[in-house]
């Protein structure tokens, strides 16, 4: 029985003029060829053909921070309307939702999608402090009155800043032989306000979500160095839990027909 290929033989991953192989912790690649029906009146089992792909890349990168894999220490700021609750934090994750509006030809093979909308929301679960009677969040949350139902938030992990205004939601939660929690949801309610730069979670939450990759898996590679594959990141997840590294998923979109190439034996 012949050898299998082992992700060892991933030999490139490139974003823009960033290699980020040493980052990379998993990826897949879905062609995902859309198929029209040409079935006619006298055939009883459906006939198909090609009529659009929609390729789509999802990536798992380790975070970084200060030249070293990022960990639950290397979440240093979660201040939800002005009060910093970093000291109670217990786990923490960003989910940032890009729309993307069909924007192809009829000629185009390919998918073609242009930003329409974005959405970021950050989830925190707290630990309530034995001298709370009240909790902020809570009391804001349960408020009858409007303006207490958007904050500013704020918070930094792995040195990137998040920020902006978000719709509150938090709820309290305790059970037999557990520590209560209080669970804090934020909605990004308007534009964000960071982070700004060129870095990839920049472009995917303040910027235009346009990129481009190369993936070389060993056994076959989409686009080169030189000539990267235009894609638009349709979601980011990133997770902190503690005691663990920080990892953040992306989906990439292709947006041009990115034939596979074998790769260099």
Do not use: C
């Not at 062609?31 to 029209?36: D, I, K």
């Not at 053909?49 to 890349?57: F, N, S, T």
């Amino acid at each position: 029985m012949p050898a299998s290929e082992t992700a060892l033989k991933i030999s490139a991953y490139q974003i823009g003029t960033n290699n980020l192989l040493g980052q990379l912790r998993g990826y897949s690649y879905d062609p995902a060829p859309v198929y029209a029906d040409d079935d006619p009146v006298n055939i009883a089992t459906p006939r198909r053909v090609l009529a659009k792909r929609q390729p789509v890349v999802r990536a798992t990168h380790i975070l970084q921070s200060g030249g070293a894999a990022a960990t639950n220490l290397s979440v240093t700021l979660f201040d939800v309307g002005g009060t910093s609750y970093l000291g109670s934090l217990r786990s923490l994750s960003v989910d940032v939702r890009n729309e993307a509006a069909e924007a192809s030809g009829l000629a185009d093979l390919v998918w073609f999608g242009q930003l329409v909308k974005s959405e970021t929301t950050i989830t925190g679960q707290l630990l309530v402090p034995d001298t709370t009677t009240l909790h902020a969040l809570l009391q804001r949350a349960y408020s009858s009155v409007a303006g207490d139902h958007l904050v500013a938030g704020a918070i930094t992990i792995a040195g990137e800043a998040i920020t902006g205004t978000f719709a509150l939601m938090a709820k309290a939660a305790g059970n037999a032989g557990q520590l209560q929690t209080v669970d804090v949801e934020l909605r990004s309610s308007g534009n964000l306000t960071g982070p700004t730069g060129t870095s990839l979670l920049a472009v995917a939450t303040t910027g235009t979500a346009a990129v481009d990759l190369h993936l070389d898996t060993g056994f076959g590679k989409l686009g080169t160095p030189a000539a990267r594959i235009p894609a638009i990141i349709t979601s980011v997840r990133i997770d902190a839990q503690d005691a663990q590294v920080i990892s953040a998923e992306y989906e990439f979109r292709l947006q041009a027909n990115e034939t596979l190439a074998a790769s260099a034996s």
